[in-house]
């Protein structure tokens, strides 16, 4: 697979993998509000207000991540970490455009 880093800031990487992109992501479950916090270290920090039991957390934290970055929930992949609050994830979709758009909500 080609892959590549797209976007980094210090340690943080979004990588291209085949059909999409991958990074790692940080949950903070029962939050007062669910949000993408930002870049912290090398993982990307969310927020969400579920508990972390029976998958709730993971389920709200994949409906924040695909509308913080204009995708459907169903590409948003879990690849590591299902049960921790330190994820791999992959976003499924045109590489380009999800990186364009991830530079401009992080800046």
Known sequence: MDKWVFFQSSSF???RVGDGIRFKVK????SSRSEVVGI???Y????VSSPPTRGKAN???????????????????IEQ???TRVK???????PEKLINHFKNLCG
Not at 44 to 47: H, S
């Open 13 to 15: 990487k979004v990588e």
């Open 27 to 30: 949950i903070q479950p029962k």
């Open 40 to 42: 912290q270290s090398d």
């Open 44 to 47: 990307l920090k969310i927020k």
């Open 59 to 77: 389920k709200e934290f994949i409906e924040v991540i695909a509308s913080w970055l204009k995708v459907k929930p169903s590409r948003v992949i």
């Open 81 to 83: 970490g299902e049960n």
């Open 88 to 94: 791999r994830i992959k976003i499924q979709g045109d």
